[in-house]
T-cell receptor
Framework: RKEVEQDPGPFNVPEGATVAFNCTYSNSASQSFFWYRQDCRKEPKLLMSVYSSGNEDGRFTAQLNRASQYISLLIRDSKLSDSATYLCAVNIGGGADGLTFGKGTHLIIQP | NAGVTQTPKFRVLKTGQSMTLLCAQDMNHEYMYWYRQDPGMGLRLIHYSVGEGTTAKGEVPDGYNVSRLKKQNFLLGLESAAPSQTSVYFC??????????????FGPGTRLTVL
């Protein structure tokens, strides 16, 4: 079965620090990649898509490493409001059967 | 534009009871999905649909049925609820296109407890 794996954490990080976490995927045919943010007892919300060339959105940077089959998320100048669970999601083969999600990485930003 | 909505938000069932969860989207999306999320298990795909009148099984379809009679609605049915179906159920929709744009948009979830 296709798999997507993440370190569940929790990552305890002081406010203002930089934090990074990775997500590995097992199927080299995977074609699209996403990071979602999920707050406690809420629905996942798209944080950013991950492009082959890497992409940045404000304090957030996503990278894709196809050779090693992982994606990464870097958060700079972390804020208390960044505390959440971050889910990576992979659409294998671009098929219609949806995204395969990792179990999420729990991030806690401490004041 | 409400996005993806789900009803009900909460429900408590007794073992053996049946119920239907409704998902509605107003974004004219072709694809719709039902996931369940359990502690330590992440999001798992139950069933999905690529268009009106079509459905397909996902990773964990047993004990569930679905219907997509209208493009904007995707129903998830539990015919005889079991305690193992206690979970948070999320509906999602997407518009197929370039792989990188297959973003899924989620509803707020239904919290179901089966006693």
């Amino acid at each position: 079965r296709k798999e997507v794996e993440q370190d569940p954490g929790p990552f305890n990080v002081p406010e203002g620090a930089t934090v990074a976490f990775n997500c590995t995927y097992s199927n080299s045919a995977s074609q699209s990649f996403f990071w979602y943010r999920q707050d406690c007892r809420k629905e996942p919300k798209l944080l950013m898509s991950v492009y082959s060339s890497g992409n940045e959105d404000g304090r957030f940077t996503a990278q894709l490493n196809r050779a090693s089959q992982y994606i990464s998320l870097l958060i700079r100048d972390s804020k208390l409001s960044d505390s959440a669970t971050y889910l990576c999601a992979v659409n294998i083969g671009g098929g219609a059967d949806g995204l395969t999600f990792g179990k999420g990485t729990h991030l806690i930003i401490q004041p | 534009n409400a996005g993806v909505t789900q009803t009900p938000k909460f429900r408590v069932l007794k073992t053996g009871q049946s119920m239907t969860l409704l998902c509605a989207q107003d974004m004219n999306h072709e694809y719709m999905y039902w996931y369940r999320q359990d502690p330590g298990m992440g999001l798992r795909l139950i069933h999905y649909s690529v268009g009106e009148g079509t459905t397909a099984k996902g990773e964990v379809p047993d004990g569930y049925n679905v219907s997509r009679l209208k493009k904007q609605n995707f129903l998830l049915g539990l015919e005889s609820a079991a305690p193992s179906q206690t979970s948070v159920y999320f509906c999602a929709s997407s518009f197929p296109g370039l792989a990188a744009t297959d973003t899924q948009y989620f509803g707020p979830g239904t919290r179901l407890t089966v006693l």
